[in-house]
């Protein structure tokens, strides 16, 4: 496969920049290494390496390496492992970590250290991982670039001067450049899928209320969710489990059954139903993303499923509907941030409202200003039914545009991205063009049903292309199973 001229070119430990979960778990559990020297040749990594990625804004090396010892300890004494035995992970910035900074990589979070662990961050150390630090992102996720992050952009570990996307640049970033062997994102709109295509890593988004969100920072609580970054969709699997459940923390999250993700990737795929929305190959397409992904759709042909053309007739509503409905969760979840119990304050302010004014006004980036200003108007008394009303009745039809599809299909592919990474700088003069670039990301998000981004492929200018793989609402097995088998297809 090609490679980009401007690919990450360092050697300090390379190796690690291909090890997945599963290597770096039999290695601490065979003992070829312990998890404690494991971390710290991680640590070395991100200290020759990421300097160039700006991928981590926090490491917790303190917390690691307690824990690395402590899996040691276990690996010693013959005590049961986790499922994730040493294996490091980075987390997105907007996930809490007792103690450790928290600034969904804004400054209006300067200083916040939260007293307690994120559901899905505790869930992962209790099954044996080793956390890293705390990844970059757009500031609370609003962008699809990693640009909007108050402690600068991320680089594309594949073409340094490209964008990761966003916005869980820096957790695609990490995992792609060997900072860490898996990563926790979030998705609202793309975030995971999107800059995991742009990466050339594997990411999944779980079904809406798949993964409790109990310590994440809100962007749009009715579309905010977390997912695994990870080098194989194995790997993801694997993440998933650990990941899945219902949680008293979280009244959002679903009751459902976990799936036996991992075992069930060794089903054959043979005599599945593909389907292929017309609506997403049509003007816009870069032309070789539309011809890696219909190679994709050659080799789940040849693994012996069925591929047959599908209509989502609102797709074209998409992009506008859920910038109308995240910017007006966005106006509300963002009111908490006033410089009163935590974070930033102006040291201006004589007054209450100016301090809160001020404080915001000092703090908030562009992209998040504009999107409260947005958010704000659509959901004014004139405004409302025009808009907000309006865009939850569109929703429904996206939604529903979903369901009759997957009443004969039982899974969807179809691009991630319209194009590949681009240039850093290239579109941020132009928000309106960052959002088109979401054309193919936020539909299944607004219908809450679960997707992924894997591999396959990459442009003759060696940048990593995605597909897209969307299964039904708890429907999680199926969909990584039609993952794995296309990233099977890609190493013949
Ligand atoms: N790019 C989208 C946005 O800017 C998606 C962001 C996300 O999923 N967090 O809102």
Redesign the pocket.
């Known amino acids: 496969m090609p490679e980009s001229p401007n690919a990450l070119k360092s050697t300090v430990n390379n190796d690690l920049s291909t090890l997945t979960l599963a290597e770096a778990r039999a290695a601490v559990v065979s003992g070829t290494t312990s998890a404690t020297a494991l971390a710290e040749r991680y640590y070395e990594r991100i200290a020759a390496v990421d300097p160039e990625i700006n991928s981590y804004l926090a490491l917790t090396k303190d917390r690691a390496l307690a824990q690395a010892a402590s899996v040691d300890a276990a690996v010693k004494s013959g005590a049961p492992l986790g499922p994730l035995a040493g294996v490091p992970i980075g987390i997105k910035d907007v996930l809490t970590l007792k103690g450790a900074p928290a600034t969904a990589a804004s400054k209006i979070l300067n200083g916040y250290h939260p007293p307690y662990d994120a559901t899905a961050v505790a869930k992962l150390e209790a099954a044996g991982a080793v956390l890293l630090g705390k990844l970059n992102c757009?500031e609370f996720?609003?962008?699809?670039s990693n640009e909007n992050s108050a402690y600068g952009p991320v680089h594309n570990p594949r073409s340094l001067d490209r964008v990761p996307g966003?916005?869980s640049g820096g957790s695609a970033a990490a995992v792609a450049a060997g900072l860490c062997a898996a990563s926790l994102g979030?998705?609202?709109?793309?975030?995971i899928r999107?800059p995991a295509a742009f990466c050339g890593v594997v990411g999944v988004l779980p079904t809406y209320g798949r993964v409790s969100r109990y310590g994440l920072i809100a962007?749009a609580s009715s579309l905010d969710r977390i997912g695994p970054f990870a080098h194989s969709v194995a790997d993801a699997a694997t993440l998933l489990e650990v990941l899945a459940g219902t949680d008293t923390m979280d009244s959002t999250s679903s009751a459902q059954p976990v799936g036996s993700y991992s075992a069930d990737l060794a089903k054959p795929v043979a005599g599945l139903r593909i389907g292929v929305p017309e609506e997403y190959f049509g003007e816009g397409l870069d032309p070789e993303i539309r011809a890696a992904i219909e190679k994709s759709l050659d080799d789940l042909r040849a693994a012996g499923c069925s591929i047959q053309k599908v209509s989502l007739p609102h797709t074209s509503y998409a992009v506008p509907t859920?910038y109308v409905l995240?910017t007006a969760e966005a106006s509300s979840n963002l009111s908490r941030m006033d410089g009163v119990r935590f974070g930033h304050r102006s040291a201006e302010a004589n007054t209450l409202a100016n301090m809160y004014r001020k404080s915001r006004d000092e703090a908030f980036g562009p992209e998040v200003k504009r999107r409260i200003l947005l958010g704000t108007y659509v959901l004014s008394a004139g405004y409302y039914d025009a808009y907000y009303r309006k865009a939850q009745q569109v929703r429904t039809l996206l939604t529903r545009d979903f369901l009759t599809v997957f009443n004969d299909v039982d899974a969807i592919v179809c691009p991630v991205t319209p194009t590949p990474a681009w240039k850093l700088g290239e579109k941020t003069e132009d928000p309106i063009q960052?959002?088109l670039?979401?054309i193919y990301?936020?539909a299944a998000?607004l219908a809450g049903i679960c997707g992924m981004s894997v591999p396959c492929g990459t442009t003759k200018d060696g940048l990593p292309i995605g597909v897209q793989v969307l299964g039904k609402h708890f429907d999680e097995s199926t969909m990584l199973r039609v993952g794995a088998a296309i990233e099977a297809a890609q190493v013949k």
Do not use: N, P
């Not at 996720?141 to 699809?144: C, K, Q, S, T, V």
């Not at 979030?186 to 975030?191: E, H, I, L």
């Open positions: 757009d996720a609003m962008g699809g966003g916005s979030t998705d609202t709109g793309g975030s999107q962007f859920y995240a960052m959002y670039e979401d990301s936020v998000s």
